[in-house]
């Protein structure tokens, strides 16, 4: 009888998991992005310090740019420094929303503090930028 009750409670937790979730369809059907970028040694201290104070203004663009749940983390790779940033887009034209951010002002201007901070991987700085896209190979929600 165990055994059927251990057999009965492990297939309702299947059932359980296999229903859809109550948040948004917008968030189900985010498309995630990674990217990467190097950051001067001398200035990890002052990276740090900006971001943990980010401009609200800076911030609320980024959301109305439907950017969700983005991060950017910290990892010294044989003794320099890389900034790895993840993001959710939820909105419907990627492009056209870049290019809202990109016309902001204010954004402009925090763009001209992180940038000289730094060091664009050789694939970014060919096109100008300073983010390298990263190839998502595995996401488990």
Not at 9 to 29: G, H, R, Y
Not at 42 to 62: D, G, N
Not at 107 to 124: N, S, V
């Amino acid at each position: 009888m165990k055994k059927v009750s251990f057999l009965f409670s492990f297939i309702l937790m299947l059932l359980a998991c296999n229903q859809k979730t109550d948040k948004p369809d917008v968030e189900q059907n985010a498309k995630r992005y990674g990217s990467i970028t190097g950051l001067k040694p001398e200035k990890v201290a002052a990276y740090k310090k900006l971001h943990a104070a980010a401009w609200p203004a800076v911030l609320k663009k980024i959301s109305e740019c439907n950017i969700k749940n983005y991060s950017i983390y910290l990892k010294k790779i044989e003794g320099k420094p890389y900034l790895f940033s993840y993001f959710e887009y939820t909105g419907k034209n990627f492009a056209a929303d870049m290019k809202k951010m990109a016309a902001d002002t204010t954004t402009k201007r925090w763009w001209k503090e992180t940038a000289p901070m730094q060091i664009p991987l050789p694939d970014a700085a060919t096109k100008g930028e300073t983010w390298s896209d990263m190839e998502e190979v595995f996401h488990q929600n």
